[in-house]
């Protein structure tokens, strides 16, 4: 049987934090004093570092909001830019009309006409909008978008053989590709919708 120990007699080991470091019984005055220093200094760079994010979130949003600005006014100028150079031709357009109601010299207002389409591609190209080449050309699926089908043993197969709607590009990117019709080999039936 184990002996008995009285209750009063027996001792509970001292519990020490370990924590890698010895620490006095009692910290002295000076100590404290310096990690009370040592918080406060803690304190005022979280704050700091507070104050440089809230400024740089801020300064981030306004970036934003400042380039999406000038985005819509780059759009808004580049538009009114394009209209600037259309307007002359609207203007020979409606002179074109005008002449055509005083005149019956088809020549002359056929001469407007085209005078006024040349000066239009003229301000398209300018602005780096070009014709999509087509007829005669293999069909390209990247700028061409076929339409129709026309038997013939004229053009081999696969080739452009008339341009139902021009297509376009714009600073070397498709605006909109060319409607076409495509050659296929003769069978007897007739011109076929895509």
Known sequence: MPDR???????????????GRD???EPDASA???LEEEMESLRVQVAQVNDRYLRTMADYENYRRRMRQ??????HYGIGSL???VLPVLDNLGRALQAAGDTQDLATLLQGVELTYSQFEQVLAQRG???????????DPNVHEAVMRVPTDQEPEGTVVAEIEKGYLMSGKV???SRVAVAVPPDGSQAEVA
């Open 5 to 19: 120990v009285d209750a009063d007699t027996q001792q509970e080991p001292a519990v020490q934090p370990d924590n």
């Open 23 to 25: 620490l006095p019984a």
């Open 32 to 34: 404290v004093e310096r």
């Open 70 to 75: 000038d985005k819509e006014d780059a759009v």
């Open 83 to 85: 209209m600037l150079d």
């Open 129 to 139: 909008v070009v014709p999509v080449t087509a007829v005669g050309l293999p069909f």
């Open 175 to 177: 605006l909109r590709p």
